[in-house]
């Protein structure tokens, strides 16, 4: 087959903004952090960058996207990407763009998974811990969920649909957070305000960019699907992030600009699923619907307790539950060839929602138990004094001002 080279320009667009994620994930977490734990939290987003690349090449995309087929992961055949070479045809998609866009491309969505889970236990995970759960994390629950969902395993077969991550990203993400907040426990100062809310809208505008890369790109091809999962993903992060904000402003008085950028990222994971299988005016209600819910989700973590510092379980892992459910609801059949329940596809809605229940309950349960192994290797929790003092000097030995500065 002829290179195409319009849709190889498109992939690696897409790979590019994905990869443009983590960063806007660090400068979000770090604008939300307490200014003593802001480079602990950006170095965690950051190093995945680096881990997750080396295991990628390595084992990753074969035991994602090789062999395994109706199973739960794949096996070793690609490892070290033997056997893809440079002028390889990625299999789907017409045959258009080289194999090696498409691996890039699903690394990206690889590296900013477990970087997700860092938001919920700020300052209180130790370093060496942390890489040792970036590590494991994927390989037993990350790996599996792109298998069975996108790489022709089990759930695919099964005809369950995740258009770009409710289940295989956030869903994880969030349940494995909530279980990291749940082992950890509480931080001795709750009271920590964001040290930069600017720097916060700094990284929301970097995940929105990046998120119709996220999003658009999932289509792997460029078509009439891929313009709208665009339209979709703007629209339904807009019209959360405003429901968020007239929520926040009647309930508390004041219009909160950290409330408008959470309801806005609410928006782009709960649509993640359904991006590319609902119409537009679905995609407004998902957009309603997400920052309604996420919203009450945080509530109740509130009053329940539950020290999830930076809201990732009720936005991102919420989103990608109440996503994936809607997704369910409000498929079409005239857009991706897939009705759901308004359709009359009952069996559909059902599929997805035991979908989205294994996968949170399985992300939960083993983080709770890897997180206990790890911690007969290395100290999984930081001690008291290195809480009070902040993990940007006591781990890192680096500040992200100067005293002067703050």
């Not at 993990?391 to 005293?403: F, I």
Request: charged letters at 10%; aromatic letters at 14%.
């Amino acid at each position: 087959m002829m290179l195409d080279t319009g849709s190889t320009t498109f992939m690696i667009l897409c790979t590019s903004l994905v990869m443009l994620m983590t960063p806007g994930l660090a400068f979000f977490y770090g604008g939300l952090a307490g200014k003593r734990n802001i480079l602990g939290v950006m170095m965690q987003t950051f190093v995945s960058l680096g881990i997750t690349t080396i295991m990628w090449v390595t084992i990753g995309y074969s035991l994602c996207f090789s062999g395994g087929e109706g199973g739960i992961i794949g096996n070793l055949d690609f490892a070290f990407l033997n056997g893809v070479g440079f002028d390889t045809m990625y299999a789907g998609a017409g045959n258009k763009y080289p194999n090696f866009i498409f691996i890039a491309y699903q690394m990206m969505f690889a590296i900013i998974t477990p970087a997700l889970i860092t938001g919920a236990f700020v300052n209180r995970v130790t370093f060496k811990a942390y890489l040792f759960f970036l590590v494991v994390w994927q390989l037993f629950v990350y790996y599996p969920f792109v298998h069975m969902i996108w790489g022709g395993g089990i759930l695919q077969e099964w005809g369950v649909l995740d258009f770009a991550g409710g289940v295989v990203v956030h869903a994880t993400a969030g349940f494995a957070a909530l279980a990291s907040v749940f082992y950890v426990g509480k931080r001795r100062d709750r009271q920590s305000p964001p040290n930069s809310i600017p720097l916060v809208a700094i990284g929301t505008g970097l995940l929105w960019f990046g998120w119709y890369g996220f999003n658009a790109g999932s289509e792997l091809d460029v078509n009439n699907i891929t313009t709208l999962a665009f339209l979709n993903t703007d629209v339904a992060a807009s019209f959360a992030a405003i429901t968020w904000l007239i929520i926040e402003w009647s309930r508390e008085g004041k219009p909160k600009f950290v409330g408008l950028l959470t309801g806005a990222v609410a928006g782009l994971a709960t649509i993640t699923p359904a991006a590319g299988f609902v119409p537009l005016w679905a995609a407004m209600l998902i957009g309603i619907l997400a920052g309604a819910l996420c919203y009450l989700a945080v509530q109740l973590k509130n009053k329940w307790g539950w020290d999830d510092a930076l809201d990732v379980w009720g936005v991102h892992g919420m989103g990608g539950v109440f996503g994936t459910i809607l997704l369910g609801v409000f498929a079409s059949s005239s857009i991706n060839g897939q009705s759901g329940l308004l359709e009359g596809d009952g069996a559909f809605f059902f599929k997805e929602v035991v979908a989205v229940l294994i996968s949170a309950t399985y992300a939960f349960i083993f983080t709770y138990l890897m997180l206990t192994i790890i911690n007969f290797i290395t100290p999984v929790k930081v001690n008291m004094k290195d809480e009070d003092d902040g993990l940007d000097a006591s781990l890192h030995g680096e500040r992200a001002y100067d005293d002067g500065a703050l």
